[in-house]
């Protein structure tokens, strides 16, 4: 079985992170040149007011070389919106594709194996098709505070997962109590994780608590759960 040396990962990690800023700076130079050439265009119409400013018929020799007019004019119209269009789609599809290389990195982070990956990503989907999506959805700082963080996919995977986590943070008061709830949980987990590595090896068939990650399969706490359902049909 082959296997990837530790040069091969850094090097491969490095072109990654090379690409990336690559399309970055490729991104805000386009951007750039946009505004240079829109500065242009404005500093054309204000050298040259006669030419830009708006025509009339009495402008005009005759009916046909008006409706040219207005015909060139209408296009220009069209294609400077066409192009604004564009260039805003390119921009969100820029963000997008940055949101979601990020997203992978911190699932990458969280989850090491294919397996764990796998399993967060199955039972994310579970709790959110029973309500957790709507729930965070409904908090948007609590929203913005898991989109924000780099424990992100770890937080989603333990809302996920512990019906008392759920219940402990959506029932405080105030956006900043929640937020707090979840920094507290943050801690708790670094925590752990640094305890996991001075630990001595221990039976992997053994079910440690939380927070973690067991290689049985997740319980759907959403759908077992009533009265974690009751609690979300109430919020």
Same mark, same amino acid.
């Given at each position: ?27 805000? *130079? ?8 829109? *500065?242009?265009?404005? *500093?054309?119409?204000?050298?040259? !007011? ?65 397996e764990e ?22 908090e ?13 996919p ?13 219940k ?6 105030? !956006?900043m109590?929640r937020?707090?709830? *979840? ?8 925590k ?7 630990? !001595? ?35």
């Amino acid at each position: 079985m082959n296997t990837i040396s530790k040069e091969d990962k850094i090097t491969h990690s490095f072109k990654q992170q090379l690409n990336k800023q690559k399309n970055k700076y490729e991104a805000q *130079l386009a951007e750039r040149n946009r505004e240079f050439e829109e *500065l242009k265009g404005r *500093l054309e119409k204000l050298e040259n !007011p006669e030419k830009y400013k708006e025509k009339f018929r009495n402008d005009f020799e005759n009916d046909d070389k008006y409706i040219d007019y207005l015909v060139e004019q209408r296009m220009n119209k069209m294609f400077r919106e066409k192009d604004e269009e564009t260039r805003k789609q390119k921009a969100i599809e820029a963000q997008n594709r940055e949101r979601t290389n990020k997203i992978s990195e911190r699932i990458n982070k969280c989850f090491a194996t294919d397996e764990e990956k796998q399993d967060y990503l199955t039972t994310v989907q579970q709790a959110f098709d029973q309500g957790l999506e709507e729930l965070i959805d409904r908090e948007k700082f609590v929203s913005e505070y898991i989109q924000n963080s780099e424990n992100g996919p770890r937080l989603l995977y333990e809302l996920a997962t512990n019906a008392d986590l759920v219940k402990t943070v959506f029932s405080q008061a105030d !956006p900043m109590s929640r937020i707090m709830e *979840l920094k507290l949980y943050e801690r708790e987990m670094a925590k752990n994780k640094e305890q996991k590595k001075t630990s !001595p090896v221990v039976n992997p068939n053994m079910v440690i608590g939380k927070p973690g990650i067991s290689t049985n399969k997740t319980s759907d706490i959403f759908a077992n759960d009533a009265d974690l359902k009751s609690f979300i049909r109430k919020r």
